[in-house]
T-cell receptor
Framework: GQNIDQPTEMTATEGAIVQINCTYQ??????LFWYQQHAGEAPTFLSY????GLEEKGRFSSFLSRSKGYSYLLLKELQMKDSASYLC???????????FGQGTELSVKP | GAVVSQHPSWVICKSGTSVKIECRSL??????MFWYRQFPKQSLMLMATSNEGSKATYEQGVEKDKFLINHASLTLSTLTVTSAHPEDSSFYICSARDLGTGGRETQYFGPGTRLLVL
């Protein structure tokens, strides 16, 4: 079966760094996405990893290890507006359909 | 980044009517689009995969005769909720697949459509 695990909730302090982990077990692998979703809004694309390693994009970085079935999203210099749900999604085959985790609800406190 | 639009952003209708939602990729061609539904405080639920020029592929438990999907061009997919009932009230979100270059594909979501059936 297809399984993607990420923590349900996390809390962090404004200005700090937070790492949101995602582990996956899927029938195939053609890439992993991270999305940000604020309450009441649609998801916004953050990153796409298909090769092992770290990809940095401003305050956000995403890491992938295919051999371990593991990814993380790193958020630096946290701001209050970063409070949102962060979705990990795996693209298991060529058809494009994504398998989503349940999402991690991040609360940033002053 | 690429932009995907949805129209309308919200709709209120009477029970029994049909509602059409449009999803457009504005600056790239999308041979594949996806339709999701999301209830409050729940995760995204994939309803169907929309392929340009062919029939949509529906997920298990999704009625194809109730949720009609048409992907008539490389930039437009439509979802029609036929004979809508209050239990169909939800947040409907589309995404479009941008194959990009060098194997770096991305999937962008539209802003969503809130449907309220009275």
């Amino acid at each position: 079966g297809q399984n993607i695990d990420q923590p349900t909730e996390m809390t962090a302090t404004e200005g700090a760094i937070v790492q949101i982990n995602c582990t996956y077990q899927t029938s195939g692998f053609n890439g992993l996405f991270w999305y940000q979703q604020h309450a009441g809004e649609a998801p916004t694309f953050l990153s796409y990893n298909v090769l092992d390693g770290l990809e940095e994009k401003g305050r956000f970085s995403s890491f992938l290890s295919r051999s371990k079935g593991y990814s993380y999203l790193l958020l630096k210099e946290l701001q209050m507006k970063d409070s949102a749900s962060y979705l990990c999604a795996v693209h298991p085959n060529q058809g494009g359909k994504l398998i989503f985790g349940q999402g991690t609800e991040l609360s940033v406190k002053p | 980044g690429a932009v995907v639009s949805q129209h309308p952003s919200w709709v209120i209708c009477k029970s029994g009517t049909s509602v059409k939602i449009e999803c457009r990729s504005l600056d790239f061609q999308a041979t594949t689009m996806f339709w999701y539904r999301q209830f409050p405080k729940q995760s995204l639920m994939l309803m169907a995969t929309s392929n340009e020029g062919s029939k949509a592929t529906y997920e298990q438990g999704v009625e194809k005769d109730k949720f009609l999907i048409n992907h008539a061009s490389l930039t437009l997919s439509t979802l029609t909720v036929t004979s809508a009932h209050p239990e169909d009230s939800s947040f409907y979100i589309c995404s479009a697949r941008d194959l990009g270059t060098g194997g770096r594909e991305t999937q962008y979501f539209g802003p969503g459509t809130r449907l309220l059936v009275l």
